[in-house]
């Protein structure tokens, strides 16, 4: 069956990524962008007709296109959820961006999610609606990831993990096997938990300080400009 063509919400960085994979995808066409109307600053976008979302269902009615908020973290994702709700009270289908064929990983999702190539999710996993999981990100076997939450580059989410909705996974962060974290919670880049926690925990991990060199200096003591 042949898919319908696509609406994508959010003219920002997000959504010129989403641009990419959904073309790199090749198995149905982005008709057009489309912003809230005090967002919408000229006709086209990235060479597409750039619609106001509250006007689109005259533009591109339900029936004939699916859409897909292609929205960032903002206020700890509650600004992608929302615009997901809105959509679908639109009428929408609100399609997800899988690498390869929807299903061909063993995992399942809700509606509106994104697994950038070269992410890693294992078969039996779960991934709920508006669910972001971006490159080098790992999510393991029988793991459950909630609504809306964003699992960044390079995070590491074990076997077996229930990770609540609305959470942030930052860069290198890891959740280890068999762990409970509650909705809305922050592990920040390169954060390891090691034990369980309740709704609207916060995992910092202390930055790298700056050596006490610069690198003229550094260079001269090193063998590194050798190398």
């Given amino acids: 069956m042949e898919q319908k063509p696509l609406v994508i919400f959010g003219a920002g960085k997000i959504g010129e990524v989403l641009l990419h994979c959904w073309r790199q995808r090749g198995d149905r066409e982005v008709a057009a962008v489309a912003v809230d109307a005090a967002y919408r600053d000229s006709d086209s976008w990235n060479g597409l007709p750039l619609v106001s979302f509250e006007e689109i269902e005259s533009s591109h009615p339900p029936g004939d296109y699916d859409l897909f908020v292609a929205l960032g973290y903002h206020d700890l994702n509650d ?27 063993g995992y399942v999702t809700g509606e509106n999610c994104f697994v950038m190539p070269g992410a890693m999710v294992h078969p039996c996993a779960t991934l709920g609606d508006g669910v972001f999981v971006w490159s080098g990100a790992i999510v393991g076997h029988h ?10 580059s390079g995070a590491n989410v074990a076997g077996n993990v229930k990770l609540g909705a ?38 910092i991990e202390k930055g790298t300080d700056r050596f006490r060199l610069d690198i003229d200096q550094f260079l001269k003591l090193t063998r590194f400009q050798s190398l």
């Fill in 166 to 203: 609305y959470s942030f996974l930052a860069i290198n962060s890891t959740v280890v096997d068999g762990m409970t974290l509650g909705d809305r919670c922050f592990v920040g880049a390169n954060a390891l938990v090691t034990k369980s926690a309740e709704s609207g925990s916060v995992f």
């Fill in 143 to 152: 793991s459950e990831i909630g609504d809306f939450a964003w699992v960044t």
């Fill in 79 to 105: 600004f992608r959820a929302r615009k997901i709700d809105e959509a679908r009270a639109k009428g929408y289908d609100l399609p997800s961006c899988l690498p390869g064929a929807p299903g061909e990983g």
